[in-house]
């Protein structure tokens, strides 16, 4: 396992503050030796670009441990990341996904809404599911602000409208093949992308419902993304690796070496694989340049 770095405390303006810094890491991803890691975490497992450049990256913190949850921020200041409590309170947060300037977050059966200063409510209680949801887990967006949540244990995905209206998107009724969906991710078009944990397929799902597999086994597959070019990259949590499907439909290891890598997300602007490992407590930064 590689090893963890020490977290620098500095002061400011007499206050103490908990600082991630960039570190090299002993031992390059893939050949890529210019991946970087971010400490000062606990349990992350999903991590969110804002429109600001900022990461937000939700802490699970003690599973099962209600109230105890976060989502911590990332700023970067040149070579330094800045971490820094955003929103408190929150119970087994997971996948986080923005709409506009608001944050929308997972947590077990409720869907959280968290204003730029840090502010929650709740978007989504149990009450609003159609099938009473236990364990809440990916978000994505599409572009007219529909929101899809995986339930990995009900094996369902919902979607629901901005107004807090929700229905089944997807479940074994209409793909039987649907073992426990987790990572998800809409395109321009309204395609609907699922990671399965338990089968390891991708599915590719039209808004017609016609489904597909992209990716046959990405072993036991949590987070997905998309870079710029439309290459698409999943997470292996328990393989310590990240796949990679380019446009021409290619599935290579792109990086590996991880320790349970969950939601992944990509940087477009920094041109960086984002990878939250969930038992390391640290986020790591992936050159997507090779």
Do not use: C, H
């Not at 303006?13 to 810094?21: D, E, K, P, Q, R």
């Not at 330094?80 to 947060?93: E, K, M, Q, S, Y």
């Not at 506009?100 to 730029?116: C, F, S, T």
């Amino acid at each position: 396992m590689l090893s963890r770095k020490t977290i620098i405390g500095i002061s400011l303006s007499f206050l103490v503050l908990a600082v991630g810094i960039f570190f090299w890491l002993e031992k390059p991803f893939n050949g890529q030796s210019s991946s970087r890691t971010i400490t000062g975490f606990r349990t992350p497992e999903s991590v969110a670009v804002g429109p600001d450049g900022k990461y937000y990256v939700s802490n699970i913190g003690a599973q099962n441990t209600p109230g105890d949850g976060s989502i911590k921020q990332i700023a970067f200041d040149g070579e330094n990341a800045i971490v820094t409590d955003f929103a408190t309170g929150l119970n087994d947060p997971k996948g986080a996904a923005f709409f506009g300037k608001e944050l929308y977050v997972a947590d077990v059966n409720q869907v959280w809404k968290i204003d730029p200063s840090g502010n929650k409510s709740v978007f989504l209680t149990p009450e609003n599911f159609p099938v009473m949801p236990v364990f809440l887990n990916d978000t994505a967006f599409d572009a007219a602000g529909n929101l899809y949540v995986s339930d990995t244990f009900k094996s369902v995905v919902f979607r629901a409208t901005p107004q807090s209206e929700v229905s089944v998107a997807l479940d074994k009724s209409k793909l039987p093949e649907l073992g426990g969906p987790n990572g998800l991710l809409v395109d321009s078009e309204n395609n609907l992308y699922v990671v399965d944990l338990n089968t390891g397929k991708v599915w590719k799902v039209t808004p017609s419902g016609e489904a597909t597999v992209i990716l046959p086994n990405v072993g036991a597959g949590d987070g997905i993304a998309f870079d710029s070019q439309k290459n698409i990259y999943v997470s292996d949590f328990l393989g310590g690796r990240v796949l990679k499907r380019d446009t021409k439909g290619e599935i290579s290891i792109f990086a590996s070496g991880f320790t349970s890598p969950a939601d992944i997300t990509i940087d477009t602007a920094r041109g960086l694989l984002v990878v939250p490992e969930f038992d390391a407590n640290r986020v790591t930064l992936v050159p997507l340049a090779k």
